[in-house]
Nanobody, 124 residues
Framework: QVQLIESGGRTVRPGDSLTLSCAPS????????MGWFRQAQGQEREFVAG????????DYANFAKGRFTITRGGSRNTVNLQMNNLRPDDTGVYLC?????????????????WGRGTRVTVSS
């Protein structure tokens, strides 16, 4: 089982930018499709962004389009989420997901590997 570790979450003000990162805790032999979900308190987990194995294709939730950018990092199975113009409704725990076979897309949470999340709070 691959353990994913997220980092970068913190408290920021509306309009600020923040970059989240996700990396496996140890070496991996397989390249995964990767993505980000978020979960606000009392809400269901929702898709934020996904990126394919090669990084050639990306998908975003509507609320993320134009503000968030997902990229693969320099090391295998690392992924970053650049978030700009953050809003209070972006507050939540952001979780990284990875899958060897399935792309990370909206409408499913049935992926092989998950991190525990990093908390983002957007508040004035």
């Amino acid at each position: 089982q691959v353990q994913l570790i997220e980092s970068g979450g913190r408290t920021v003000r509306p309009g600020d930018s923040l970059t989240l990162s996700c990396a496996p805790s140890g070496p991996t032999e397989t390249t995964f499709a990767m993505g980000w979900f978020r979960q606000a308190q009392g809400q269901e987990r929702e898709f934020v962004a996904g990126i394919t194995w090669t990084g050639g294709s990306r998908d975003y939730a509507n609320f993320a389009k134009g503000r968030f950018t997902i990229t693969r990092g320099g090391s295998r199975n690392t992924v970053n989420l650049q978030m700009n113009n953050l809003r209070p409704d972006d507050t939540g725990v952001y979780l990284c997901a990875a899958d060897a076979v399935n792309p990370i897309v909206a409408g499913s949470t049935a992926y092989d590997h998950w991190g525990r999340g990093t908390r983002v709070t957007v508040s004035s």
